[in-house]
């Protein structure tokens, strides 16, 4: 499993920076890892197989990196990941044409079953959130001990009922409570340090 720096001083700008010297393998995998499962759990879910999903990924992230030392990104204009997801979807729907094409060996066929803008960008976020909670989760993994990651992800991830988890992991009352309300606010800051280094935009630092 990936594994991701918890801490959330580290500016992920920097790294994006990084990333306009093309010999800077480290940087670029950090930001493949970053935001590949994201585009390919979108190409996915409209439809495109596993092969084609990668290819959009590729496509994507290259192009963002082939741009990225005219890239100016204004975060007045809206959040990054909606940008990536609106770069996501025009290639997602260039593959589903082009599946179409080949599948029909080129002659007249239906056209392709390509989402409207808002039913993309609500599956985007739909995906979004669901990257988010996944890394502020590993992360949390990284910082309790198992049975209270365990009896945490039972009653706040998953809605357990009290009852259930004492069951079930033969804890106690009190036991359950602390790992639900000692451990949610910490993982409501993780959340909340995903979504800042996720959304820091590339950006060129200000001359001196």
Same mark, same amino acid.
Request: net charge negative.
């Given at each position: 499993?990936?594994?991701?720096?918890?801490?959330?001083?580290?500016? *992920?700008?920097?790294?994006?920076?990084?990333?306009? &010297?093309?010999?800077? @393998?480290?940087?670029?995998? +950090?930001?493949? &890892?970053?935001?590949?499962?994201?585009?390919?759990?979108?190409?996915?879910?409209?439809?495109?197989? *596993? $092969? !084609?999903?990668?290819?959009?990924?590729?496509?994507?992230?290259?192009?963002?990196?082939? #741009?990225?030392?005219?890239?100016?990104? &204004?975060?007045?204009?809206?959040?990054? *990941?909606?940008?990536?997801?609106?770069?996501?979807?025009?290639?997602?729907?260039?593959?589903?044409?082009?599946?179409?094409?080949?599948?029909?060996? =080129?002659?007249?066929?239906?056209?392709?079953?390509?989402? $409207?803008? &808002?039913?993309?960008?609500?599956?985007?976020?739909?995906?979004?959130? $669901?990257?988010?909670?996944?890394?502020?989760?590993?992360?949390?993994?990284?910082?309790?001990?198992?049975?209270?990651?365990?009896?945490? *992800?039972?009653?706040?991830?998953?809605?357990?009922?009290?009852? #259930?988890?004492?069951?079930?992991?033969?804890?106690?009352?009190?036991?359950?409570?602390?790992? #639900?309300?000692?451990?949610?606010?910490?993982? @409501?800051?993780?959340? +909340?340090?995903?979504? !800042? =280094?996720?959304?820091?935009?590339?950006?060129?630092?200000?001359?001196?």
């Amino acid at each position: 499993m990936t594994r991701f720096p918890c801490n959330p001083g580290s500016t *992920h700008s920097s790294v994006l920076e990084g990333i306009r &010297d093309p010999g800077n @393998r480290t940087a670029w995998e +950090r930001f493949f &890892d970053q935001y590949a499962p994201y585009i390919h759990a979108l190409a996915r879910r409209r439809g495109l197989r *596993h $092969a !084609d999903a990668e290819d959009v990924v590729q496509t994507v992230l290259s192009e963002i990196v082939g #741009k990225m030392r005219e890239f100016d990104y &204004d975060r007045q204009k809206g959040r990054f *990941h909606v940008w990536l997801a609106e770069a996501t979807r025009y290639r997602v729907e260039d593959a589903l044409r082009r599946n179409v094409r080949l599948d029909a060996h =080129e002659i007249s066929c239906p056209a392709p079953d390509v989402a $409207a803008p &808002d039913a993309f960008a609500a599956l985007a976020e739909e995906e979004w959130l $669901a990257l988010v909670r996944q890394r502020a989760l590993e992360r949390l993994r990284e910082e309790v001990s198992r049975r209270q990651f365990e009896l945490f *992800h039972a009653v706040v991830i998953e809605e357990w009922p009290t009852e #259930k988890a004492m069951q079930v992991f033969d804890a106690s009352r009190a036991a359950v409570y602390q790992a #639900k309300h000692r451990i949610l606010p910490r993982y @409501r800051e993780l959340l +909340r340090a995903v979504v !800042d =280094e996720l959304e820091a935009p590339p950006s060129t630092p200000s001359e001196p």
